[in-house]
């Protein structure tokens, strides 16, 4: 069965600098993994997502990620963090399609905190 | 489009007594999904739906919970008796298959439920 970590409850950076939050998989096949964020009292929104190709994968709000099959990674990324990307994400990995199922699992969330 | 549609907002209800949550998905979408999300237990798949029909709903905590969806638009999750132990915010998501694959999820702003 597939299963995701995150490693960091809580990740701190100051506005302006890099910013990484890690994620980790155990998917049997090829990995559908995703990076979703949720602002306080809101709902979870998408950020990318990795299918198949690069293995560096941009999505909205500067935010990138990369997949590393060898370390079974897919840690999130941006270059300045914005005291405005303070919230909780959440990276997830979803069945493999030829397993006939839709299920997406995710992680506990890494609330991110920049400082001003 | 209007996003994945939630009510009520906010739910606060005695115990013993039964809650229904409601939700109307993005237009044209084929999958639908209830999660539930608490502290201590994060975020839990409770059970998705494929074109109206339920496919898994192996996260569906007890019999307490049941959830329906009686057409493409519309679909209700229902806790009765509702206990204390069921306050949370239920998400419902949806997503739209192309090109053989069932990509990203929307969600809804959730249900913010309080059992007293």
């Known amino acids: 069965a597939q299963s995701v970590a995150q490693p960091e409850d809580q990740v701190n950076v100051a506005e302006g600098n890099p910013l990484t939050v890690k994620c980790t998989y155990s998917v049997s096949g090829n990995p559908y993994l995703f990076w979703y964020v949720q602002y306080p009292n809101r709902g979870l929104q998408f950020l990318l997502k990795?299918?198949?190709?690069?293995?560096l994968v941009k999505g909205s709000y500067g935010f990138e990620a990369e997949f590393n099959k060898s370390q079974t990674s897919f840690h999130l990324k941006k270059p300045s963090a914005l005291v405005s990307d303070s919230a909780l994400y959440f990276c997830a990995v979803r069945d493999p399609p030829n397993t006939g199922g839709f299920k997406t699992i995710f992680g506990a969330g890494t609330r991110l905190f920049v400082k001003a | 489009d209007a996003g994945v549609i939630q009510s009520p907002r906010h739910e606060v209800t005695e115990m013993g007594q039964e809650v229904t949550l409601r939700c109307k998905p993005i237009s044209g979408h084929d999958y639908l999904f209830w999660y539930r999300q608490t502290m201590m237990r994060g975020l839990e798949l409770l059970i998705y739906?494929?074109?109206?029909?339920?496919?898994?709903d192996s996260g569906m905590p007890e019999d307490r919970f049941s959830a329906k969806m009686p057409n493409a638009s519309f679909s209700t999750l229902k806790i009765q008796p509702s206990e204390p132990r069921d306050s949370a915010v239920y998400f419902c998501?949806?997503?739209?298959?192309?090109?053989?694959?069932?990509?990203?999820?929307?969600f809804g702003p959730g249900t913010r439920l309080t059992v007293l």
């Open positions: 739906f494929n074109n109206n029909v339920p496919i898994d």
């Open positions: 998501a949806s997503s739209l298959t192309q090109a053989g694959r069932t990509d990203t999820q929307y």
């Open positions: 990795y299918i198949t190709g690069d293995n």
